[in-house]
DNA sequence: CGACATACTCTCTTCAAGCAAGTGAGGTGA
DNA sequence: TCACCTCACTTGCTTGAAGAGAGTATGTCG
């Protein structure tokens, strides 16, 4: 990922997980693919980033094996979308670990609330974000929810898709 | 966090996380700090990160409370020295997230292998990032090691000193 | 006193972010 | 048929951070 310093050959894994996520709209973006929207204009308008930077992370990510672009008809047309590898669905615990930290460790800020991460499998809130605080299984996208009570929204993730 | 856009007011907790830890320097100077090395100049060449950067990134860590600034008296002279807090113990899991995402899904450089989390308290190599896989206690950094076979070295982690 | 170490700060150049505007391919309405 | 729209970008401009290197303030040692 030439985006600055390029750590790919690094032996620390961190280090070279760090070459692809130590950017703030990487994270933001998978997360926006993993809840289904798919579409450049979906993604700009919902995570709030230019068109160039946007333009610019989704081919990264494409390179980089997290994202593949399809195409796909709707409105009788053809449009642009990208849909998450495994790769890319395999970065939800890192989402996770994330969001945990960050209701620990910030603020919350007013009209804030606890996210809860929904194992639907099993059917309980998860504590923990790579394996499933009740029931122990590997937490998937196609089998979590996001439950957010700040838009009175409990949002169903899409993991990667079984035809391309 | 001012280097960008302030995204500490947001309502999603990812969006809040990645306002401290969208930056590729952050969590490795954290993983430094959890290493035990915690002067400025062990950090600054371990990483290979500039010295203004490096200034800049410890005075927001401490800003943000995830760092403590410390004095502490060595070869005759006081020393300035950072010691994770809390907050920035509970980096591990993020952490091990991104490690365990990285040795799945980067390219293995040449000398490299696979860097094992040792819960110590156990005794076993854990799988998971935030709880042990093998006993499924919490993973906290002074029961942990880094088993780093290119560096032929298992490295214990230190979490928050006892006495400030 | 001068040499040295530590933990920074300053300066300079390069390059990305953010904003706005433009572009081109395809589709739509009159 | 031709102006107009939407989508998915690309281009240009300005600001600001990264990276490299040199300088600086404080304290220690001989």
Chains 1, 2 share one sequence.
Not at 8 to 20: K, W
Not at 82 to 100: N, R, W
Not at 106 to 124: D, K, L, R, V, W
Request: glycine share 8%; charged share 30%; with cysteine.
């Amino acid at each position: 990922m030439p985006l600055r310093s390029d750590w790919s050959e690094e032996l620390c894994p961190v280090r070279r997980g760090l070459d692809v996520l130590g950017d703030p709209w990487i994270m933001l973006i998978m997360r926006e693919v993993l809840h289904g929207r798919s579409r450049f204009e979906q993604i700009r308008d919902s995570i709030g980033i230019s068109d160039a930077v946007l333009s610019r992370r989704l081919r990264l990510l494409v390179e980089e094996g997290l994202l593949s672009k399809v195409d796909y008809r709707a409105d009788r047309r053809t449009h642009a979308a990208y849909v998450a590898t495994e790769a890319g669905a395999d970065l939800l615990p890192v989402m996770h670990a994330v969001s945990i930290w960050a209701e620990k460790h910030t603020a919350m800020p007013a009209g804030g609330a606890h996210m809860a991460i929904i194992h639907e499998a099993c059917g309980n809130e998860s504590t923990t974000g790579d394996a499933c605080s009740a029931c122990g299984e590997d937490l998937r996208p196609e089998d979590v929810s996001w439950d957010k009570p700040w838009k009175s929204a409990r949002e169903r993730l899409v993991g990667v898709p079984a035809v391309r």
